[in-house]
């Protein structure tokens, strides 16, 4: 192998290298799952007839490589600034350099150099090289799915510290699941059972295992009198293998949605992973107005307490009604009290009173000197702009049952004089209903919204489609940056904007 070939080998060994930024970003943004990497790569590559023309030029050039020496120079260029649209730089948040992103990146860049080397020592050119080059994607998800098994016997002692240390208490645990409003239910409850309790919360979205395991060993203290512990899912299996270390006393099973539906198929599935939190559970407080859950809950009342909590019926256990912006409270048809809080919070409040009645609590004593309840930041937030308009902050929490809430608000706030607009990249992962659901959402935000701002090409052409055929002005922004500079342009300070979700940067 003559230098020439050398020094080609060694660009394209380092842009390999390279590429590992973007594809660490891809997989810690979707919890380092085998696969995610390679699925995202190719969602890039679909939403863009450009990415398409770039990934067949590059297998074309790869061909044509065989013959002409330098075309590799050209192949690494474009895979380093392909798909077009990834930027290396993160947006809605960094990525953290943590001692599993380093230990795949490792086991990655050793990949990399290994295939070099034997390039080079068996005298094979650069073609090996290139390949892995062309595919560095897919290498990385191999690395992922290599070191799955040891990321979770490493992490047994972190997760075995968090158990002995919650266990050491003869404390009652909560557990909270669900499609939806889980941290607001979370962060409900909390307000509530710190008027007399010292109460142990899992912080923001920490929710899966690692995340509740690292919450507990670093703010759990032995004075703590009640645990309050979200969990997230994303396959069957997850919140079962939470809940054998964390054993909830009481579940809570806030509603089920089209929300994971790309990842679990069916609603059914959904069901599945989400009551798996009932069942070392003695207690179980649901949304009473879920068909399925309610159904579920047949096969509970046998074994378990199980308390209904409801916006609609005062035949549930609990039962709230919001009127004016207050909540009043009955239990079997029997008025205990009220909190003040916006409409958003009406579920989580009947869901966190269920759980004081599970609890046994004073529920009474627990709301008297309550004046009012917050919202969880991001969720239907109404702050002022540095341009004097109302913004209505919903950027983390899009699902089909909250946008209900984020349309009633905006058309509430204003005057007859304001203009409001919305301001969306649309829903995801709602699998084969996401083009369904975007559209129907595009169809009931125009019966309230004058101007629509679309981001991103996730659900451009559902979007866009729904507002376009309802005659609602709307412009499309490849992202919210672009879509807030244009914003800014127009708006006026009596106007309103709705800011509904505001998806991941590895997103289209």
């Known amino acids: 192998m003559n230098y020439l070939y050398l020094l080609i080998l060694l660009i394209i060994t380092a ?114 090289a290139l390949v892995i080059n062309l595919f560095s994607f897919f ?37 909270i699941t669900g499609s939806y409003s889980k941290t607001t239910t979370k962060n409900v409850l909390t307000q509530i059972l710190e008027q007399k309790s010292k109460t142990f919360v899992t912080p923001e979205s920490y929710n899966n295992r690692l995340g509740i395991a690292k919450a507990i060993n670093e ?29 909830p006393h009481i579940a809570v099973i806030t ?20 009551t798996e939190i009932v069942e070392l559970a003695g207690s179980v407080v649901i949304n009473g107005d879920d068909e399925l859950l309610l159904n579920e809950a047949r ?12 916006t609609t019926s005062k035949e549930a256990a609990v039962y709230v009604e919001h009127k004016n912006n207050t909540h009043d409270i009955y239990i079997a048809g029997n008025f205990v009290g009220k909190v003040n809080g916006p409409k958003l919070l009406q579920l989580s409040i009947s869901l966190s009173v269920g759980v ?43 699902n089909p049952m909250g946008i209900e809430y984020s349309l009633e608000t905006l058309s509430q706030l204003g005057t007859k004089d304001s203009k409001r607009y919305l301001i969306t990249p649309g829903l995801i992962e709602l699998g084969s209903d996401q083009y369904s659901i975007n559209y129907a959402f595009a169809t009931e935000a125009s019966l309230i919204t004058d101007h629509a701002l679309v981001v991103g090409f996730t659900n451009k052409r559902s979007l866009m489609a ?17 879509a807030v500079a244009f914003l800014n342009s127009i708006v006026e300070s009596n106007d309103i904007v709705l800011f509904e979700n505001d998806l991941p940067d590895h997103y289209p």
């Open 299 to 310: 096969l509970w009342t046998n074994q378990k307490n199980v308390y209904d909590c409801s």
């Open 15 to 128: 842009g390999s290298l390279f590429n590992s930024i973007k594809w660490g970003r891809f997989a810690q943004r979707e919890h380092y799952l085998p696969g995610s990497v390679t699925k995202f790569y190719f969602r890039w590559v679909r939403t863009r007839f450009t990415n398409k023309l770039l990934l067949f030029l590059t297998l074309v050039l790869f061909v044509i490589s065989l013959w002409i020496y330098y075309i590799p120079l050209l192949i690494v260029f474009i895979t380093v600034f392909s798909p077009i649209g990834i930027s290396y730089k993160p947006r809605t948040g960094d990525v953290l350099i943590t001692e599993r992103l380093k230990r795949v990146n490792y086991l990655y860049y050793s990949i990399i150099v290994l295939i070099s080397l034997i390039t080079y020592l068996f005298g094979y050119g650069y073609i090996l």
């Open 139 to 175: 290498i990385y998800d191999q690395c992922l799915r290599i070191l799955q098994s040891y990321e979770k016997n490493i992490s047994k002692v972190f997760v075995n510290d968090a158990s002995r240390k919650l266990n050491s208490n003869t404390l009652p645990v909560v557990g």
């Open 356 to 398: 004081l009645l599970a609890l046994e609590l004073n529920i009474k004593e627990y709301l008297k000197n309550l004046d009012s309840l917050e919202k969880t930041e991001h969720r239907q937030n109404i702050v002022m702009s540095d341009y004097g308009h109302s913004i209505i902050d919903n950027s983390f929490n899009s």
């Open 466 to 482: 729904g507002f376009e055929e309802n005659n609602i002005p709307a412009n499309w922004f490849i992202n919210r940056d672009e």
């Open 255 to 274: 509603g089920i949605a089209p929300v994971h539906l790309e990842r679990m198929k069916t609603l059914e599935n959904i069901l599945d992973a989400k």
């Open 219 to 247: 703010n759990f203290e032995k004075d703590h009198e009640i645990a309050v512990i979200e969990m997230g899912t994303y396959s069957n299996g997850e919140i079962r293998e939470i809940c054998s270390w964390v054993r």
